[in-house]
């Protein structure tokens, strides 16, 4: 009975540790700035703020880099492939790329995309 009793209580500590409320996140104000453009981003570029922002990826300049533009600004972006939508796209093709701003020493910022999908 007591192996019982203790094998019970390390699962349902185990499952506690696991639980949803033990992985909760903060979602209220934050000082942390908001981008509604790529000229916002490029205006004050912080590493690794998040970003969410729609328009068209122009050209290809590398392997994994593109050229984004809302129509404000344009700035280069990484996208691996397996973010890209099933469809092909082009660069008249709108889509909504979700990512983190990437500061590298002496380099303009991009965004380091990990969403991508096309919007209809």
């Not at 696991?18 to 992985?23: D, E, K, Q, T, W």
């Not at 093709?93 to 990990?114: A, H, N, Y």
């Amino acid at each position: 009975m007591r192996l019982r009793t203790r094998f019970s209580l390390m699962l349902l500590s185990v499952f506690a540790l696991h639980s949803p409320l033990a992985s909760a996140q903060y979602i209220g104000p934050s000082t942390a700035p908001t981008y509604r453009s790529v000229a916002d981003v490029l205006k004050n570029p912080i590493d690794d703020s998040p970003v969410v922002l729609e328009g068209h990826i122009i050209k290809q300049v590398g392997k994994k880099k593109y050229i984004f533009s809302d129509g404000t600004a344009e700035i280069r972006v990484e996208v691996d492939q397996k973010y890209f939508p099933t469809n092909p796209i082009n660069e008249k093709t709108k889509v909504q790329i979700r990512g983190e701003i990437e500061m590298d020493f002496l380099q303009s910022p991009e965004i380091d995309i990990e969403y991508l999908a096309i919007i209809k």
